[in-house]
């Protein structure tokens, strides 16, 4: 069974930045098309932004311009880069497969807060 685990989350001040990495313990990573989705205290998980098995990016309209995806298949390895940060985007971050209905297991997220 494939593990995901993500990490990189904090505290930051609005405006501020943060880098999160999602480590995938497949060897098949590099086929699946990844994405990044975030699930805020009393909502929904919503997906952020995604990166296909070839390298294209596509983000919610809430981060773009914002935030950068892209992965790293030697590492199988993909990240989130975060910036000019928002109280609105405090959540709890997962990555997964993006497109199609299958999921691995969802790993324990990284929580971020973004607060003065």
């Known amino acids: 069974q494939v593990q995901l685990v993500e990490s990189g989350g904090g505290l930051v001040q609005p405006g501020g930045s943060l880098n999160l990495s999602c480590a995938a313990s497949?060897?098949?990573?590099?086929?699946?098309?990844m994405g990044w989705y975030r699930q805020a205290p009393g909502k929904q998980r919503e997906w952020v932004a995604g990166?296909?098995?070839?390298?294209?990016?596509n983000y919610a309209d809430a981060v773009k311009g914002r935030f950068t995806i892209s992965r790293d298949n030697a590492k199988n390895t993909v990240y989130l880069q975060m910036n000019s940060l928002k109280p609105e985007d405090t959540a709890v971050y997962y990555c997964?497969?993006?497109?199609?209905?299958?999921?691995?297991?969802w790993g324990q997220g990284t929580e971020v807060t973004v607060s003065s």
């Open positions: 497949t060897t098949i990573f590099s086929i699946y098309g």
């Open positions: 990166v296909t098995s070839r390298g294209s990016t």
């Open positions: 997964n497969i993006q497109g199609g209905t299958f999921r691995w297991n």
